[in-house]
């Protein structure tokens, strides 16, 4: 059973994935919309992971007697200055989720809940990996810099072969 400390904080990383999944959508969109299918690929499923980081907790507080509660979603920025503008958004947004993760581990301990803490685990490297792999592409388009034709053509062909995690093994 997880105490209404932990419940209520779950249930804010729940609205925080959520809202990681809408804004990836929207670049995802974005991004078709201006021509970069593998970008566009790549950014749809990094909001499908999103998804599922939030279905995971869902069922998480669920299981452990708490109550889930589907958030509302803010509609996210739909228009965006360039490719870099896009990845150092992602960038910063996933910095500032594995901030709000450290924080939910940290609590955990407060509260002595190993149970949420070792579940909590999975993110913690998730965020590893997706910091990891935000900055690779960042470092990327940084080379490419203002090649905005061939650069950006090669790159659109490359980042589909990029994954953000041995993700899911659940
Ligand atoms: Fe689920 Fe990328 O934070």
Avoid: C
Avoid at 113 to 122: A, E, I, N, V
Avoid at 129 to 143: F, S, V, W
Avoid at 149 to 161: A, E, K, P, Q, V
């Amino acid at each position: 059973m997880i105490s209404q400390k932990i419940e209520e904080k779950l249930n804010v990383q729940i609205g925080r994935e959520a809202a990681s999944s809408q804004l990836y959508l929207s670049m995802a969109s974005w991004a078709e919309v201006e021509g970069f299918e593998g970008v566009a690929e790549f950014l749809y499923r990094q909001s499908d992971e999103e998804r599922d980081h939030m279905l995971k907790l869902i069922k998480f507080v669920n299981e452990r007697g708490g109550k889930a509660i589907v958030p509302a979603l803010e509609k996210p920025p739909a228009k965006f200055v360039s490719m870099r503008s896009v990845f150092e958004d992602l960038l910063a947004h996933e910095r500032e989720i594995t901030n709000a993760i450290n924080e939910l581990v940290f609590i955990t301990l407060e509260e002595k809940d190993y149970t949420t803490h070792r579940f909590l685990q999975w993110y913690v490297e998730e965020q590893l990996e997706e910091e990891a792999l935000a900055q690779t592409i960042l470092d990327k388009l940084k080379l490419i810099g203002d090649d905005k034709g061939g650069g950006l053509y090669l790159f659109d062909r490359d980042i589909t072969s990029m994954s953000a995690s041995p993700a899911s093994e659940e």
